[in-house]
């Protein structure tokens, strides 16, 4: 079980609330009303395992379980009430019609409205969102400003850092880890927010200072139920009620038609286009960074990042730009950005002294595969090698595309699992293999182990070549069925490195 990020001392509402109170908020009483049973609340949770003593616990609908089947074990721990769409006879229950549309704006109550002490910078899009949030701690901490991460990489503030169990964390854990920020002396953070926190109200509650688009294309298609769907919960974060200013990277048609179509304060950004509020020239991407001038308003400045990609740039711009809107100096927040050296899984080299570049990066869709494969061709005239695969019980429709697609831009690709949860490992495999067959362009083998796909890549790289492992980036586990595997593309691609770089005979 993932521990808080703060450790055991959870933060504590700012302000002593009881049931009573709760109901009063709610407009709603709680089921069986025994005003014997009128506590006080200290804290909210949807996670049973998790509850704390004195704790509201959240029972909300799920996908394949209703959290009141967990009431019992949320009592157990010293839960007070619950909340949820029907009565929970282990506890005093609050029954609402849609209890996860209520529980943001309920556990920000709670917590004291923690993000109207924070300036809250929200990030969304299809890709770059990582990077972008990394970018932006950076400069606010080149600022001087004490900051807090949240992406789906790591949670991090002042007390240190955890791994991230989902992109966007849960409504209740959202708004205490943003108390537990405040607490801590924080006073702006960075949020990816992705489209199923968007649509599934984990946002909600959250007062954004401002919010970031980076860009949009197919993905999720599994969640929502068209690229119109996914657009639209990505624009809910530029909603009046939410968010104060928004930065559009405009580079794509749904950008554009966002900038046209919001309702608060915005500017934009683009690498393309000279007539956005901020744009980038003189732009070069090589194996050491990127570097770049960034024009915008009263603003021209050359900036050397020590990440790796030309797609970097579209993400400083997009930091740089919502720093520049809260009137922070930008010269030390570029400073700041330039001293990040990597995001990880994101681009990220792995170097064990063999004579070719090796990376790992997350590119799981077309969109981030037509952005990132022309920069590792420009950094070879040998041959692109790609490991690559598919995660299960997501959208059938993206597997072909993405064989397609490195096959298109690579010499070899090797097919192989990623993470197939329920889905069986076969069809997925060769799902992206026929789409690799189909591009006639490059070398396709197929090799389910990963940790033996990697190796073959390596042994396959010759000198001046480029090696890419895709498609998971920074995860760290690997799942098959109800089975998880630690599993790091980061050290596996290091473990063959090594082997080979140790059966390199040395010279006489």
């Known amino acids: 079980m993932t521990s808080e990020p703060w450790g055991d001392d959870r933060p504590r509402p700012p ?41 509201v616990y959240a029972a909300l609908p799920g996908s394949r379980h209703h959290g009141a089947t967990f009431a019992v074990e949320a009592a157990a721990r010293g839960a007070v009430a619950a909340i949820s769409d029907r009565p929970c006879i282990e506890l005093p229950t609050f029954v609402v019609d849609d209890p996860r549309r209520v529980l943001g704006p309920l556990a920000s109550w709670i917590y004291g409205h923690p993000s109207r002490n924070l300036d809250v910078f ?16 950076a400069g606010l901490n080149g600022a001087g400003i004490e900051t807090g991460l949240i992406n789906g990489v790591t949670i991090h503030g002042p007390w240190g850092a955890r791994p991230a169990v989902r992109t966007t964390p849960e409504a209740s854990v959202l708004q205490r880890t943003l108390a537990a920020f405040h607490a801590s002396g924080v006073s702006a953070m960075a949020l990816e927010v992705s489209s199923h926190a968007l649509a599934l109200h984990r946002v909600d509650g959250i007062r954004f200072r401002v919010g970031v688009f980076t860009n949009l294309g197919p993905d999720h298609l599994d969640f929502h139920d ?27 048609d749904y950008g554009r038609r966002l900038a046209a179509e919001i309702d608060i304060p915005h ?5 393309e286009s000279t007539a956005a509020d901020f744009y980038a020239d003189h732009v070069r991407a090589d194996q050491h960074g990127t570097a770049f001038v960034v024009h915008g308003t009263d603003h021209n400045t050359a900036v050397r990042l020590e990440l790796l990609g030309r797609h970097q740039v579209d993400n400083a711009l997009g930091a740089i730009a919502a720093l520049s809107a809260t009137g922070i100096d930008l010269d030390v927040a ?35 595969q037509q952005r990132q494969f022309p920069y590792l061709r420009s950094l070879t005239t040998g041959k692109v090698i790609v490991v690559i695969g598919a995660t299960g019980e997501r959208d059938p429709s993206k597997r072909r595309p993405l064989g397609w697609t490195a096959a298109t ?14 889905d069986n490992p076969a069809r997925l495999r060769e799902d992206v293999a026929a789409g690799a067959y189909a591009a006639t362009h490059a070398e396709v083998i197929l090799e389910p182990n990963r ?23 920074h995860d760290p586990v690997q799942t098959y069925g109800a089975t998880t595997l630690a599993f790091d593309d980061r050290i596996e691609l290091r473990h063959a490195l090594n082997r080979t770089t140790t059966d390199v005979p040395s010279r006489p």
Request: proline share 5%; hydrophobic share 40%.
């Open 409 to 422: 831009f690579a010499d070899t690709v090797i097919v192989t699992d990623e993470s197939p949860f329920s």
């Open 451 to 473: 940790a033996d796909a990697i190796g073959m890549a390596v042994a396959l790289a010759q000198p001046g070549d480029v090696l890419v492992v895709a498609g998971r980036g």
């Open 267 to 271: 500017c934009t950004f683009s690498t």
């Open 15 to 55: 302000r002593q609330r009881t049931l009573s109170d709760l109901a009063a908020h709610l407009g709603v009483p709680w089921i069986p009303s025994d005003l014997s049973t009128n506590r006080t609340i200290t804290g909210i949770s949807q996670d049973s395992r998790l509850i704390s003593p004195g704790e």
């Open 226 to 252: 068209d690229l119109e769907g996914y657009y639209s919960a990505k624009a809910k974060l530029f909603l009046p009620e939410r968010c104060e200013y928004a930065v559009i990277g405009i580079d794509d």
């Open 334 to 368: 570029i400073a700041g950005m330039e001293s990040l050296d990597c995001v990880p899984g994101r681009m990220q080299r792995i170097d064990a002294g063999q004579p070719f570049l090796a990376f790992v990066d997350y590119m799981h869709n077309t969109a981030g």
């Open 122 to 137: 929200g990030v969304t899009g299809t890709n770059g969102k990582t990077s972008t949030t990394y970018l932006l701690s």
